[in-house]
């Protein structure tokens, strides 16, 4: 079973939403804070969102600010990054971690260690 598993991704047409899962087996996510990253074919990964541990901390990419939102529910030990007003620039493999701080300061996963990541294309 892998530590982390990301889910929720899929083709959409620009305009529309969805809602990724990140959910940790077999140790406590909100030890940590945890982020999400993406990479699109040809580019460098990027930070898109982040959560402290105890859920009272943001932060967000200016590219998705006011259409991503990051939750952490902490009773199923999982994360959520709901994405609407989804447009084609947001394409791309969706990743997430376990960060290296309690609070976001960069997106350094612990161990060096990111899900399998999870397709978003965004398209007509």
């Known amino acids: 079973q892998l530590p982390l598993v990301e889910s929720g991704g899929g083709l959409v047409q620009p305009g529309g939403s969805l809602r990724l899962s990140c959910a940790a087996s077999?140790?406590?996510?909100?030890?940590?804070?945890t982020g999400w990253v993406r990479q699109a074919p040809g580019k460098e990964r990027e930070g898109v969102s982040c959560?402290?541990?105890?859920?009272?901390?943001?932060n967000y990419a200016d590219s998705v600010k006011g259409r991503f939102t990051i939750s952490r529910d902490h009773a199923q030990n999982t994360i959520y990054l709901q994405m609407n007003i989804l447009k084609p620039e947001d394409t791309g493999v969706y990743y997430c971690?376990?960060?290296?701080?309690?609070?976001?300061?960069?997106?350094?996963?612990?161990?060096?260690?990111w899900g399998q990541g999870t397709q978003v294309t965004v398209s007509s």
């Open positions: 971690a376990q960060l290296t701080g309690y609070y976001c300061s960069g997106y350094r996963p612990r161990n060096d260690y």
């Open positions: 959560i402290s541990g105890s859920g009272g901390s943001t």
């Open positions: 077999g140790f406590p996510l909100d030890d940590y804070a």
